[in-house]
C-alpha cells in the first residue's frame, strides 16, 4: 500500500517550501481564502512551481459564486496555466439550485484534457452528493474528490464519508476520497482505520489560521500522523 497522501493549501511561495520541507505530497494552489479559495495569477503559479518540486494542483474558480458568464474568463485563465506549465488543477460547479452544472464543469475538463483534476467540496454543498458523482465521474481526467462529506465539516460528514467509501469501485465511486474541511488531527485515527488514505489541510498547516504561513512543523506532524 502506498503512503497516505497529505495535501496542503499554498497562497505563496513561502508556504510551498515550507509545506515541502514538513514532507506534504501535493499542495492545492489558490489565492484570497476569504472567498474560500480562487485561481492564483500566472505569475504567482511559476513563482510556486520554481520553489518547489511537488505535484501542483491549480484551482480554477474566479470567483465566490461562479455563474454561466464567467465561463470565458475562466477558460482564459486555464489556457494561460496551461501555457506557464500547469498540469493539475481542482474545479466544480453547482447552478442556483445547488445542482451540478455539467456544461461549465465538462467544459474545462475539456480545457483541461490529459490532466488529472480534483472535484472539490462544492460536492459538499449540492443537492444531490449521488447525482453529483455520477453526472462527473466519467468526465476525463478526474481522480479525486475533495470532500467533508458534510457543508459543516468532517464532524458531521463522518459517516457520509465512510458509506461513500464503501461503494469504492461502483459507478461514480472510483475516484479517490480527499478528505477535507474542517479536518483536525483527531479525526485522522478514524479516518484512517475506515480506509482513508489522503488528507487535505489548510489553516491547520498554521500557527494562527491563515494570517500566518505555513509551519513546516505542523505539516510534519500531519505526515506522521498520517503515516502512523
Request: aromatic share 6%; hydrophobic share 45%; with cysteine.
Amino acid at each position: 500500500m502506498s503512503r497516505p497522501i497529505v495535501e496542503v493549501i499554498a497562497l505563496t511561495a513561502q508556504d510551498a517550501r515550507a509545506a515541502e520541507s514538513g514532507g506534504a505530497d501535493r499542495l492545492e494552489l489558490v489565492t484570497d481564502m476569504a472567498a474560500d479559495g480562487l485561481t492564483p495569477s500566472v505569475a504567482d503559479f511559476a513563482g510556486i512551481r520554481a520553489a518547489v518540486s511537488l505535484p501542483l494542483r491549480v484551482m480554477l474558480r474566479i470567483r465566490d459564486g461562479f455563474t454561466p458568464g464567467d465561463l470565458d474568463d475562466l477558460l482564459a485563465r486555464t489556457s494561460a496555466l496551461r501555457a506557464e506549465g500547469a498540469e493539475e488543477f481542482v474545479f466544480g460547479f453547482l447552478d442556483p439550485q445547488g445542482e451540478v452544472d455539467l456544461a461549465a464543469t465538462a467544459a474545462v475538463a475539456e480545457a483541461v484534457a490529459g490532466c488529472p483534476w480534483t472535484f472539490h467540496r462544492a460536492l459538499d454543498h449540492s443537492a444531490d452528493r449521488a447525482g453529483v458523482r455520477a453526472a462527473v465521474s466519467t468526465l476525463p481526467g478526474l481522480d479525486t474528490f475533495l470532500t467533508s462529506g458534510a457543508p459543516a465539516g468532517v464532524d458531521a460528514g463522518q459517516g457520509v464519508l465512510e458509506g461513500e467509501l464503501a461503494k469504492d469501485g461502483e459507478p461514480g465511486y472510483t475516484q479517490r476520497i480527499l478528505v477535507g474541511g474542517g479536518l483536525r488531527a483527531d479525526h485522522v485515527p478514524g479516518l484512517k482505520a475506515a480506509g482513508f488514505d489522503a488528507f487535505h489541510i489548510g489553516g491547520a498547516a498554521r500557527v494562527d489560521g491563515w494570517t500566518t504561513p505555513v509551519d513546516p512543523a505542523r505539516v510534519a506532524a500531519w505526515r506522521t500522523l498520517a503515516d502512523a
